[in-house]
């Protein structure tokens, strides 16, 4: 098969239909429902979820959590720096981050909290535009206390904020009512799952539609658009992925249908599927390093949940992908399908809404 160009997976998304806030109640969003059998679609709210599901189904979700990692310092001189947590070092007190202005700070370099609960030194740089940071707290208090404090959320660039008015909203809405706390791996939240309410999750329960949870550290990886002109030559990024021993116990023999929750945890299921780890004892973890295209069959899910996503990324090639699995036919599909959600004027992205593919 020849490979496929990049421009497959583009469209003209309208500044005005990405969403800068979340619905006034999660699980009023929108939600258009793909038929791959009938190949037809529908448009619903996300509350009518129960009404596409059944008894045995498992919801596969990632119960990675976000921190609010993007803290604000000065340097000696006054100036101001942004400092982006994204993951720690073994030693627990060195983190790689993103720091702005990244440039004009080198190593040796140092930053501070205006009143004190923080200071951090650049100890190393790498190629990537990131930086290692050793931060010092006050009463040696964690960096991700400080952050779960002080810092604000990490929104993704497409989502504007003039002021800290929002931040209380997006402390609680970018964030998943089903996030694990102690998990605060992700720096991006895994969006798919941002429409569930408790009373939702509640009534699928009764209904006979269980949960089972993995964790994928949602990386800044996933905001990256695809740069190179076909999408075989693009280098995916990589994220690490834990799923418990219960969780693989339920994908070996699920008792119904395995619906994701979103494109992280198929991008999960799928690069656990293909390592084929022996035996479900245990709980096991890996990274994920697989990029998901046409004609991927997706083996691992048979239901998915996911929002609308950015031109030429790699969340839409995994989306074309499932359309139709086994071949290259989705793409076609995907680009009428996101045509009609554009006409009917559908809210994108991480605080937008949701596809059901059946």
């Not at 992908?321 to 290259?328: K, Q, R, S």
Request: aromatic share 8%.
């Amino acid at each position: 098969m020849p490979p496929l160009a990049t421009d497959l997976f583009d469209y003209d998304l309208p500044p005005r239909l990405i969403a800068q806030t979340p619905a006034a109640r999660r699980d009023q969003s929108r939600l258009l429902v793909v038929d791959r059998a009938a190949h037809g679609v529908a448009h619903h709210t996300f509350a009518d979820l129960p009404r596409f599901l059944r008894a045995g189904d498992t919801l596969f979700r990632n119960n990675a959590a976000v921190l609010p990692a993007r803290l604000h310092a000065q340097r000696p001189t006054g100036g101001q720096v942004e400092c982006f947590l994204l993951r720690p070092a073994e030693d627990g007190r060195t983190w790689r981050c993103l720091i702005k202005p990244g440039k004009k700070l080198p190593v040796g370099a140092t930053f501070a909290h205006p009143a004190g609960d923080f200071r951090g030194e650049i100890v190393a740089k790498e190629p990537d535009g990131s930086a290692f940071v050793r931060f010092e707290t006050r009463n040696q208090e964690p960096i991700t206390a400080v952050a779960n404090r002080l810092g604000d959320v990490p929104l993704p660039p497409y989502i504007t904020r003039d002021d800290d008015s929002h931040r209380t909203e997006d402390l609680e809405r970018y964030q998943t009512v089903y996030a694990d706390r102690a998990r605060q791996v992700a720096v991006a939240a895994p969006t798919a799952g941002l429409h569930f309410t408790p009373a939702l999750l509640a009534e699928l329960a009764v209904q006979g539609v269980q949960p089972a949870d993995l964790t994928l550290h949602v990386g800044l990886g996933t905001f990256r658009p695809i740069s190179t002109d076909t999408i075989e030559a693009h280098d995916i990024h990589h994220e690490l992925y834990e799923l418990p021993a219960s969780t693989r116990r339920i994908l070996a023999k699920p008792p119904g249908r395995r619906v994701a929750v979103g494109t992280t945890t198929v991008r999960s299921l799928e690069d656990y599927l293909r390592r084929a780890p022996a035996g479900t004892d245990g709980d096991y973890f890996g990274e994920a390093d697989i990029f998901i295209y046409p004609p991927h069959a997706c083996p691992a899910v048979d239901v998915l949940i996911t929002n609308f996503h950015q031109p030429r990324s790699t969340l839409l090639c995994l989306v074309a992908a499932f359309l139709a699995p086994g071949t290259t036919e989705g793409i076609g599909w995907l680009r009428e399908i996101y045509a009609e959600a554009i006409a009917k004027e559908y809210r994108f992205l991480s605080y937008g809404d949701a596809m059901l593919i059946l």
